[in-house]
């Protein structure tokens, strides 16, 4: 067996003893694992389970960490110039090129990047972490002025979880005017408008505010007409997140059983305060799943709704069909039904999924960074690790002993 060599009981758990009636901690174990006690023969033959290669709790929490970390820098700030791309095809209802392979947008990008600044897709940046930042204040408010859980974790009732999504659904309506503003900074080209300054976005959502049954502009959509709109898609995506979350943790955790790396057993080895590192690389997983799954199913609900808040906002974008243009935003929606009929009657169905080559880059990006993270972390990890583990008389490693059997 890897790692063991030909050392004669590797597989007898610490604390074995075969002239013993009962093996109490060990039956238990097999008995959470397969349903049944072990059996108990005149000559041990060990159990099928053979736990050789289980992971050093300080070394998988670091690489775990690392890689939340590069998950969460990347989603938050790498993507942010594939967001751009793809929110400039989905708004543009004139595009030519639809751009729903990845390909086709390389060439336009270097042309970008030859006309304007290389600054030109990291537009709107700082209006977009401003907008999230917000969002988490309103939450964090609305939670301590009403006791409802900020946090599903803390939702153990029927009545928690609605209170828990029904904060959502408010502070989502609230901040829909400034993201309203985010998502035109996003996307309106730089050499044809002037730059905005770094707190423009709460004036123009104010403004939005104010303006919220006759806006001032002729075909803009007062803010009320797509405030349930965009509430709905967030708490829609959210509650998909959640949803497709538990289901790869199950499936995840089915499969990790299956493999016996992991049972109850195994979780209840580790100290109250310390996660398992294999729950936590599930967990990771299920996120990471879940999110480019998200990603995918809302998209053109996603293209629908951005079409609606940049209408009337008198925005000039970048044409994607030559990278060399700039063309306006001239729509006429009356709200988001008659979005969708005159999106599907003009351009087809594949008009909701204008720019989904950028999302592709996007995913393709962010797995590649966490795949990057991890192997550049378990580097340093195998560098920073003792060369040698010490081992007992008859051969069993003290470390994983003390794993499964403190």
């Given at each position: 067996m890897a790692g063991f060599g030909d050392y004669t009981g590797y597989n007898r758990p610490f604390g074995f003893d075969p002239n013993r009636e009962s093996n109490d901690l060990y039956d238990t174990r097999y008995q959470q694992i397969y349903g049944y006690h072990t059996p108990m023969t005149e000559e041990y033959q060990g159990p099928p389970l053979v736990m050789d290669d289980i992971p050093e709790e300080e070394n998988n929490t670091f690489v775990t960490t690392a890689i939340s970390v590069a998950s969460l820098v990347t989603e938050n700030l790498l993507s942010h110039?594939?967001?751009?791309?793809?929110?400039?095809?989905?708004?543009?209802?004139?595009?030519?090129?639809?751009?729903?392979?990845?390909?086709?947008?390389?060439?336009?990008?270097?042309?970008?990047?030859?006309?304007?600044?290389?600054?030109?897709?990291?537009?709107?940046?700082?209006?977009?972490?401003i907008v999230k930042g917000l969002n988490l204040a309103v939450e964090d408010l609305i939670s301590k002025g009403t006791n409802w859980p900020k946090d599903i974790g803390k939702c153990h009732s029927v009545l928690q979880f609605l209170q828990h999504i029904t904060l959502k659904c408010v502070s989502l309506a609230i901040i829909t005017p400034f993201y309203s503003a985010s998502l035109v900074e996003t996307v309106q080209s730089d050499i044809a408008s002037d730059k905005p300054a770094l707190f423009d976005v709460f004036r123009e959502g104010f403004l939005r505010i104010l303006e919220w049954g006759t806006p001032s502009k002729g075909r803009m959509l007062p803010i009320w007409a797509i405030v349930l709109q965009t509430a709905g898609l967030g708490v829609s995506k959210y509650l998909a997140h959640l949803l497709l979350r538990k289901?790869?943790?199950?499936?995840?955790?089915?499969?990790?059983?299956?493999?016996?790396?992991?049972?109850?057993?195994?979780?209840?080895?580790?100290?109250?305060?310390?996660?398992?590192?294999?729950?936590?690389?599930?967990?990771?997983?299920?996120?990471?799943?879940?999110?480019?799954?998200?990603?995918?199913?809302?998209?053109?609900?996603?293209?629908?709704?951005?079409?609606?808040?940049?209408?009337?906002?008198?925005?000039?974008?970048?044409?994607?069909?030559?990278?060399?243009?700039?063309?306006?935003?001239?729509?006429?929606?009356?709200?988001?039904?008659?979005?969708?009929?005159?999106?599907?009657?003009?351009?087809?169905?594949?008009?909701?999924?204008?720019?989904?080559?950028?999302?592709?880059?996007?995913?393709?990006?962010?797995?590649?960074?966490?795949?990057?993270?991890?192997?550049?972390?378990?580097?340093?990890?195998?560098?920073?690790?003792?060369?040698?583990?010490?081992?007992?008389?008859?051969?069993?490693?003290?470390?994983?002993?003390?794993?499964?059997?403190?």
């Open positions: 110039p594939f967001i751009v791309l793809r929110r400039q095809c989905q708004v543009n209802r004139g595009l030519k090129s639809y751009h729903i392979v990845p390909y086709t947008l390389l060439p336009v990008v270097v042309k970008l990047h030859r006309r304007q600044e290389i600054t030109t897709l990291w537009k709107g940046i700082g209006s977009t972490c289901i790869t943790i199950k499936a995840l955790r089915f499969q990790q059983r299956h493999r016996h790396e992991l049972s109850d057993s195994y979780n209840s080895n580790f100290p109250k305060n310390t996660q398992n590192p294999l729950i936590e690389d599930i967990n990771l997983k299920a996120n990471i799943f879940s999110f480019i799954t998200m990603e995918i199913i809302f998209y053109p609900i996603e293209t629908i709704i951005h079409r609606l808040h940049i209408q009337g906002t008198r925005t000039i974008i970048d044409n994607l069909d030559t990278g060399t243009s700039v063309t306006p935003i001239l729509t006429g929606y009356e709200g988001f039904m008659d979005c969708y009929n005159t999106t599907i009657s003009k351009e087809g169905i594949s008009g909701l999924y204008k720019g989904f080559g950028a999302l592709v880059l996007q995913l393709a990006a962010h797995l590649a960074i966490i795949k990057l993270t991890t192997i550049v972390v378990n580097e340093v990890s195998n560098l920073l690790k003792p060369a040698s583990t010490p081992t007992n008389s008859d051969g069993s490693n003290v470390s994983h002993q003390k794993y499964l059997f403190n």
